[in-house]
Nanobody, 118 residues
Framework: QVQLVESGGGLVQPGGSLRLSCAAS????????MAWYHQAPGKQRELVAS?????????TDSVKGRFTISRGSTPTTATAYLQMNILESEDTAVYYC??????????WGQGTQVTVSS
């Protein structure tokens, strides 16, 4: 089992920045990759960025050049970060952390709201 807790969401003006954090606990040694998804009202959940345990990253086209995913780890914890710059109103959504473990299983956090508005 892996438990995920997101933090760092909030209200920010267009052009501003936020940094999201996802703290993983439990069997973190089983984590193969971590990712951030977002879900806007009335829309499907979409992949924003991902990072593997050997630091390979992917980004959806709409955030390339604005968002950066990174990670940190200790023997008992793992953390994924999402630095979001030059935020746009279209980035408004609930952001979810996802951790992929061996065997094809994954875990989700509870989500953190990001609102970009003037």
């Amino acid at each position: 089992q892996v438990q995920l807790v997101e933090s760092g969401g909030g209200l920010v003006q267009p052009g501003g920045s936020l940094r999201l954090s996802c703290a993983a606990s439990g069997r973190v040694f089983t984590i193969i990759a971590m990712a951030w998804y977002h879900q806007a009202p009335g829309k499907q959940r979409e992949l924003v960025a991902s990072i593997t345990r050997d630091d390979r990253t992917t980004y959806t086209d709409s955030v390339k050049g604005r968002f950066t995913i990174s990670r940190g780890s200790t023997p008992t914890t793992a953390t994924a970060y999402l630095q979001m710059n030059i935020l746009e109103s279209e980035d408004t959504a609930v952001y979810y952390c996802n951790a992929i473990v061996g065997g094809g299983f994954d875990y989700w956090g509870q989500g953190t709201q990001v609102t970009v508005s003037s």
